[in-house]
């Protein structure tokens, strides 16, 4: 299989820029960008750097529980909970990616290594996540059509926070500081979305019952095998605790992914969504991460998020490399790029829910 490489053709031109106060024609932002991608070969799948990455990650697991086995007796056993939260983000991050089809274009290939992944080595539902991440692609950051931003303990506008009260209301003028408490459920919070989800009178309409079942049947195997792995290899107080830190930290690792991508930036709403079109759409409402290996390993890619947002099905490893082109296209077209340092991009989205709570302290 063909793989692009540092070593492709030099990236075409960009396209040139408009006149002042002149507008592109709707649709023809995008189109230059994607021809040019597509010339590059950054579409074309890595099948093996992934098969590479995937097993890999498969005999670090197997390493981590072998080792449990050995020392699950004594209390030294919960300094292998963080490496295995680690190796938890890292499955994470492939079920990320094959619900993009970036490994493979083969829909049931890519079906079963999320199922694997995401079912059964974590205890998520693909096809819930898959339902919430892809309208969330549609529409980052939008109000009213993102539910990654819809209100719930957090909330993302001032307009959200307005009548929050009791417990809500003081999470709400607080929420800064406690987003990444609060990222430590995160690891728990998705297992149980996720049940609720398969399990629910709703899942029926969205989903066949032969896929509900395979995925009902992979969530109980995912929990029984992790409760039998605890309780075989370790006491019940050291297995407790195990969980305890194994999913904070998965959770905490998952929310550092993921915190820096839109918070604090633009939020479209109808109006704005109709005058942007696709290439602003997702360029405006992302925020990159500057970096160099260890930051794209720690961050799944997700720190190319713009890039990633315009061409989603775009293998990981070819994101970096389709970098210099989209931000040469933004800047011939005059769209914000925005990309800053990892501790930077905290600051600033911690900022923005500071400064949604704002309404919440004044009336306090």
């Known amino acids: 299989m063909p793989q692009a490489t540092a070593t492709l053709a030099a990236p075409a031109p960009p396209a040139p820029a408009p006149a002042p106060g002149v507008r592109p024609a709707a649709g023809s932002d995008f189109a230059p960008l994607l021809r040019t991608v597509k010339e590059q070969g950054l579409l074309q799948r890595r099948c093996g750097w992934y098969a590479r990455g995937i097993t890999v990650n498969l005999f670090a697991l197997a390493a981590v529980i072998t080792g449990m086995a050995l020392t699950g007796g004594s209390w030294w056993v919960l300094l292998l909970a963080p490496l295995l939260a680690v190796l938890s983000a890292r499955t994470a ?24 992944h995401a079912n059964l080595l974590l205890g998520m539902s693909q096809e819930w996540w898959n339902d919430k991440h892809n309208r969330h692609h549609a529409n980052p950051n939008h109000i009213e059509k993102d539910p990654d931003v819809a209100a719930d303990i957090l909330v993302f506008t001032q307009k959200q926070a307005v009548g929050r009260a009791g417990l809500r209301g003081w999470l709400t003028r607080h929420q800064a500081w406690l987003f990444f408490p609060l990222t430590t459920l995160e690891g728990i919070a998705l297992k149980v979305y996720g049940f609720q989800a398969v399990f629910s009178k709703e899942a029926g309409a969205r989903q066949t019952t032969r ?154």
């Open 211 to 364: 896929s509900r079942a395979v995925e009902g049947l992979l969530l109980l195997a995912h929990v029984a095998a992790y409760a039998t792995l605890l309780l075989t290899t370790m006491p019940p107080a050291h297995a407790l605790v195990f969980a305890l830190i194994h999913q904070m930290l998965l959770g905490l690792h998952l929310g550092m992914a993921f915190a820096p991508n839109h918070k604090g930036m633009e939020m479209p709403d109808e109006e704005s969504e109709e005058r942007w079109g696709h290439l602003r759409r997702q360029v405006l409402t992302s925020r990159n991460i500057r970096g160099g290996l260890v930051t794209d390993w720690f961050l799944g890619g997700l720190n190319y998020q713009i890039e990633h947002h315009l061409f989603p099905s775009m293998p990981r490893p070819h994101l970096r490399l389709a970098q210099p082109l989209v931000r040469a296209h933004c800047r011939s077209l005059g769209v914000a790029y925005t990309e800053t340092g990892l501790m930077d991009s905290y600051r600033q989205a911690l900022t923005h829910m500071h400064e949604v709570g704002e309404p919440l302290r004044t009336a306090a």
């Open 93 to 116: 991050f492939v079920g990320h990616d094959a619900g993009h089809a970036q490994i493979t274009g083969d829909r049931r290939k890519s079906r079963i290594i999320q199922l694997v």
